[in-house]
């Protein structure tokens, strides 16, 4: 069946620094693939998506590129805000009657310092 | 625009009891999910309407669970006879229906409702 792995957290990082969040998939066929936030207390809401290979994501100066060869969808910052503090969740979707369900990783929490 | 809502955003019950969990969707999405989250997991689907029809109901992880969306927009969540391992915040989330069955559109999630069986 499709899975989502992502790399555990928390990770801290300081104001500015380089982000990346890994996440690999494992899915027949040819899944969407999107990186959800949930910020402390709030919903979780779409922060990218991609559609097909070689696809790249952007969003609030996050991007994630689709790549097929090492199914992987990798999250990357270049200098991250202590807004950025969050649960990060990488998903894929499946066609399902006609419907799209999600299947996602089990998060990664992001920790932002002064 | 108004988005997802859901009702309760918190409720407890003992183990045993029935509960009812309500999703309020985004005026005019077709398709509507049901997904539930355990603590330090993420979420994971339950089931998914388009229109009144529950056309995927494999996430339903048994009889205990039951869906519907009489009118096909808001859906309502039942578990009978809860257990303590029901515990968790159940999501819910909308979207369009795209004309390609092979594209995708984004689903907007609710709040969520977190249930709590003692």
């Known amino acids: 069946g499709n899975s989502v792995t992502q790399m555990e957290g928390p990770v801290t990082l300081s104001e500015e620094a380089f982000l990346t969040i890994n996440c690999t998939y494992t899915a027949t066929g040819y899944p969407s693939l999107f990186w959800y936030v949930q910020y402390p207390g709030e919903g979780l809401q779409l922060l990218l998506k991609a559609t097909k290979a070689d696809d790249k994501g952007s969003n609030k100066g996050f991007e994630a590129t689709y790549r097929k060869e090492t199914t992987s969808f990798h999250l990357e910052k270049g200098s991250v805000q202590v807004s950025d503090s969050a649960v990060y969740f990488c998903?894929?979707?499946?066609?399902?009657?006609?419907?799209?369900?999600?299947?996602f990783g089990t998060g990664t929490q992001l920790k932002v310092e002064l | 625009g108004a988005g997802v809502s859901q009702t309760p955003s918190n409720k407890v019950t003992e183990k045993g009891k029935y509960v009812e969990l309500r999703c309020d969707p985004i005026?005019?999405?077709?398709?509507l999910y049901w997904y539930r989250q355990s603590l330090g997991q993420g979420p994971e689907f339950l089931i998914y309407f388009q229109g009144t029809g529950a056309a995927d109901d494999s996430g339903l992880p048994n009889d205990r669970f039951f869906a519907v969306r009489p009118e096909g927009s808001v859906s309502t969540l039942k578990i009978q006879r809860t257990e303590r391992g029901d515990s968790a915040v159940y999501l819910c989330?909308?979207?369009?229906?795209?004309?390609?069955?092979?594209?995708?559109?984004?689903?907007?999630f609710g709040p969520g409702t977190r249930l709590t069986v003692l």
């Open positions: 998903a894929l979707s499946a066609v399902t009657g006609g419907g799209n369900k999600l299947t």
């Open positions: 989330a909308s979207s369009l229906i795209p004309p390609d069955p092979r594209k995708t559109d984004t689903q907007y």
């Open positions: 005026s005019g999405h077709t398709a």
